[in-house]
């Protein structure tokens, strides 16, 4: 199976995602997914089938797959009349001649029908060849869209107005303005709605420009002499060297060879201070120098680099339907042939039984036909979703499905690791005894060694063996003490092992047995588990050590703030209680489940979500399964992969300082994902009736058919930047 990605010009609506969506499936292809406000198509598909067919098939339909190959005789340049606005221009100069009566101008040779016909048929023949063509195509494939209703009123008043010119009958038939006015101002509307769309794209599109920049590429000649060219960053491949200065975009995912600078990452994270960088550090694609330059070698490009990740995960978020948008869906799939038969019904209840006359009647059901607007239903949710997801995006938090924003609506209560996720996860080492007579007395340092007795070299033996232990786990305890205490003269064992649950075990040349470990290996040599690491040898306590893991600079406010918002917050982990109370009595957590096993995490967040929905953020290996049970899993970037594989969320600032953002953007954008439905089902509720009863004539029909849909978007792009997080208290 092959995953196909396609751009596809040409959907206005759901009904067009839904036509396209259904013809797809009926071509036996898997993992449908369909977004209409950003084009984006994707789905899997046999090797065996063709797609160049099922692109085809699309064409057919009235939309086009963008490839960016050109096809057999396919201008590059773009086609007359290829864009709504070219369309409104071309119609216009048409139209403004047969309503400058409106404005006062009475020109006599204009009341001649064949000289309206003639004027108005360019304006019809042209919608007719988009708004009839679409029509047609979703008629043959069962998912009738708005072009049908553009099109009957269309159709309608024109053949009533061309009858009459021919019966001789001209002056009560004179209705070629509406024609022309209805065309011209959906164009216009089209045109709008198009622009007003697409600034709820603006924070992806931001993303998607820095995939392609120039790079400073290194090259050296046969005499080893290096040149600096220009390329698109497109064309770099991994391995090959590139030069960025000040101001430069990073051009590809790299690693620095060679320099230092100061680099702004906030495209990424949101963080707008720069971050300082040297020499064996990671650069991710899209983020800008802001001070220094470097050398690097490219490391990942196209697909496979970190932004490129984030604007696929975005991107499939933007397909996958919430559940809020179900009932939208349904309305919209049977909204065209419900509104055609409001239409029929409307006529013929100001012709027999409002005795109106039959002109009157059908202006009435031309307008029932063009006011009506399945966009707004269709609209509403894909909307509200691409600017949340985009302001979240832009400020390092990435949603890997719209259900994720959707469920956080309901969240009361936000459980936390704690190594890792509230502490930064870099330790160090506070403190450490060693005891001369191997009982452990002695007093613990507070960062200064501790010698014992006559014998200066107790503590370089101490920390000789402790290293020597510790530089085969990776255990991030284990880790510290290897980065700190790292010797050349390293023990050579004849024997090591790692045991779980318990720690590092070795042996000697000469048979000795070494442990450092847990308090789980000294329990029965003492009574004192307030220390991290104990190390044994042959049985007796020969020192411990305290390792220290600073809380986040964040981490206060942040849970400030969530208890503002009225969310419950509770300390989850695996360290001893003692540990875990001292983190929660300085962030002013009041619930501590500690001494958790991964399988008894997992049992806890299920009993939790039952209680209460609940959203659980973790880094490690041991939260993965925790995460994926939690109603909403929150992961950091810098999580372990499985960590990150499992949760819906994902934390790019390497903290949770945006965790706020997340959970005040997911309950912000259902919000206002409500108020687009109750406006757009209020629309038509509204407008259909009036339009019925004549209030409105068929060209202002078409002016608020086409500008409903600009309303909710404007709502929409409030959301990107709109306060949807609370002060925290004092």
């Known amino acids: 199976m092959e995953t196909v990605q396609w751009k596809v010009e040409g959907m206005s609506c759901t009904n067009c995602a839904l036509t396209i969506h259904k013809y797809l499936e009926k071509q036996g292809l898997d993992e449908v997914k369909v977004n209409f406000i950003g084009g984006d198509v994707s789905f899997s598909i046999n090797n065996g089938l063709a797609k160049q067919a099922i692109e085809q098939g699309i064409d057919k339909l009235g939309y086009h797959v963008v490839t960016g190959e050109e096809k057999p005789g396919e201008k590059k340049s773009r086609k007359l009349l290829a864009n709504h606005l070219q369309r409104f221009l071309f119609c216009l100069v048409f139209t403004l001649p047969l309503v400058s009566h409106m404005v006062g101008l009475h020109w006599h040779w204009l009341m001649n029908g064949y000289v309206q016909m003639a004027i108005t048929l360019p304006v019809f023949i042209l919608g007719m060849a988009y708004f009839g063509r679409s029509a047609i195509n979703s008629l043959l494939k069962g998912i009738p869209n708005m072009n049908v209703l553009v099109a009957l009123g269309a159709l309608a008043s024109f053949g009533y107005s061309m009858y009459g010119t021919l019966s001789g009958n001209a002056e009560q038939y004179m209705f070629y303005e509406t024609t022309a006015t209805i065309i011209t101002l959906i164009f216009l509307g089209n045109w709008v709605e198009d622009r007003a769309v697409a600034t709820t794209q ?9 995939q392609k920049v120039m790079a400073n590429m290194i090259a050296y000649d046969d005499q080893h002499a290096e040149h600096v060219f220009p390329v698109e960053s497109t064309s770099l491949h991994m391995g090959d060297l590139v030069l960025i200065k000040s101001g430069e975009y990073v051009p590809a995912d790299c690693k620095i060879l060679d320099g230092e600078a100061s680099v702004n990452e906030a495209i990424l994270t949101g963080e707008s201070i720069p971050v300082e960088k040297k020499q064996g550090d990671k650069l991710i694609g899209g983020s800008v120098i802001a001070n220094g330059t470097i050398k690097a070698y490219v490391t990942a490009v196209g697909q496979d680099t970190v932004m490129s990740s984030i604007l696929k995960l975005v991107k499939e978020a933007q397909t996958e339907k919430p559940p809020v948008q179900q009932l939208a869906d349904k309305i919209s799939a049977i909204f065209v042939p419900v509104v055609v038969g409001i239409a029929l019904v409307a006529f013929l209840a100001n012709y027999f039984i409002g005795h109106v006359g039959f002109s009157a009647s059908l202006l009435r059901s031309i307008a029932v036909l063009v006011i009506a607007c399945p966009c707004a239903m269709g609209l509403a949710t894909p909307a509200a979703i691409a600017v949340g997801l985009g302001r979240a995006a832009r400020n390092g938090v990435l949603f890997k499905n719209a259900k994720s924003l959707e ?80 010797v050349k003269d390293a023990v050579k064992w004849a024997k090591v092992e790692e045991v779980k649950g318990l720690g590092m075990k070795a042996t000697d040349k000469d048979g000795n047995l070494y442990i450092a470990g847990s308090y789980a290996a000294a329990k029965h040599l003492t009574d004192d588990d307030s220390h991290n690491i104990y190390v044994l040898k042959n049985d007796k306590l020969v020192g411990w050590i305290d390792v220290a893991d600073d809380i986040r600079p964040e981490a206060k406010k942040v849970v400030a703030l969530l208890q503002s918002m009225g969310i419950k917050t509770v300390l989850l982990s695996g360290d001893r209680k003692a540990k875990c109370d001292v983190v929660a009595q300085a962030l002013g957590i009041s619930e501590v489940i500690a001494e958790q096993t991964p399988e008894q995490k997992l049992a806890t967040i299920a009993a939790l979500d039952k209680i209460m929905p609940t959203a659980m953020i973790g880094d490690g290996i041991n939260d993965a399964p925790a995460l994926a049970k939690a109603t909403v899993g929150i992961s950091l970037s810098d999580a372990s992969h499985i960590a990150m594989q499992s949760a819906q969320v994902v934390l790019m600032n ?17 919000l206002t994902i409500k108020q687009n439905l109750f406006w757009a089902f209020a629309y038509n509720v509204v407008a259909i009736p009036v339009a019925a009863l004549g209030f409105l004539s068929p060209a202002f029909s078409a002016l608020a058919m086409g500008f409903s849909d600009v309303v909710l978007a404007a709502n929409s792009v409030r959301l990107g930047f709109k306060k949807v997080v609370p002060s925290s208290k004092p």
């Open 202 to 210: 603006q924070a992806i599109k931001k993303l998607a420009i820095t």
């Open 407 to 486: 469920v956080f609506k309901n969240i009361q209560q936000v459980v936390f690791d704690k190594t890792g996720t509230l502490t930064t996860g870099d330790f160090r080492i506070a403190g450490f005894t060693v005891s001369k007579d191997g009982t452990g007395a002695g007093n613990d340092s507070a960062g200064e060694p501790q010698q014992m007795g006559d014998s200066p070299s107790a503590v370089a033996d101490f920390q000789r063996i402790a290293y020597s232990l510790e530089r085969y786990s990776n255990h991030p305890l284990a880790k510290c003490v290897a980065k700190e205490w790292k």
């Open 654 to 670: 390497h903290g949770i300082k945006n965790l706020p953002l997340a959970l005040g953007l997911g309950r912000h954008t259902y």
